[in-house]
């Protein structure tokens, strides 16, 4: 039965996720599974010491996504603003006016009131899914730069995509392949017009063959 956890990137999300690895090294079972890998991409950092547990799987998780892929990181940031908190406000001021059984209902009161419903659906439809993506990049030959393949692939740059790790791994004949790790905004970012209007044509062609997409899981 499919666990769920929600909101990762608040302190609520982290106690349901810490509680939940009490006692356990992994999400599912005694190894590390795509589904820690989904949780991972979740969990925006480290959340030290207040979340032990938490803290504890990271670690693991990022000490064995390193090993998988050796390759000299020069470390990211990410931009952004912070998640809106005008939602939680809303269900903590929703709290106290149940708590209020027998008060009659001012016309101010039934504004806010509506004012909060309005910025939850406003919320809501801000609110877009995210995808993990493994996509494997094909070179041409034996002859084919890599390095080169992967400088082209990473200066795609648009809204909604952020790329990830990356590793080379043999395919034979002395050829190897690219895989590399994507997080895309479903809304925003379409991975088959990637791959056919960036990744395939000119000039990033003169590199690559061809792109697959191993693994696809929504996070």
């Given amino acids: 039965m499919a666990v769920i956890f929600s909101n990762l990137h608040t302190e609520s999300g982290l106690k349901s996720l810490n509680d939940f690895l009490s006692g356990k090294s992994y999400i599912s079972g005694s190894k590390l599974t795509k589904d820690d890998i989904k949780v991972y991409a979740a969990v925006l950092k480290n959340p030290g010491d207040s979340f032990p547990n938490v803290s504890k799987w990271y670690n693991s998780v990022s000490s ?5 892929f050796p390759g000299k990181a020069v470390g990211v940031g990410f931009g952004g603003k912070a998640a809106p908190a005008e939602p939680a406000k809303a269900e903590a001021a929703d709290d106290d006016d149940d708590l209020d059984l027998f008060g009659d209902e001012t016309e101010e009161e039934k504004k806010a009131a509506e004012e909060r419903e309005a910025s939850k659906k406003s919320a809501k439809k801000k609110e877009s899914g995210k995808s993990s993506v493994l996509m494997d990049v094909k070179p041409w030959d034996d002859e084919t730069d890599m390095k080169k393949l992967e400088e082209a692939v990473r200066s795609i740059e648009m809204p909604g995509l952020l790329w990830g790790a990356s590793k080379l791994v043999a395919v034979g004949y002395g050829i190897k392949k690219l895989q590399i790790m994507m997080t895309i905004v479903d809304d925003l970012v379409s991975v088959d017009t ?26």
């Avoid at 000039?203 to 997409?213: A, G, H, K, T």
């Fill in 64 to 68: 064995q996504l390193a090993a998988s």
């Fill in 194 to 219: 990637l791959i056919e209007e960036q990744l395939t044509v000119e000039p990033r062609n003169e590199y690559i063959q061809s792109c697959d997409i191993v693994a696809f899981n929504k996070i």
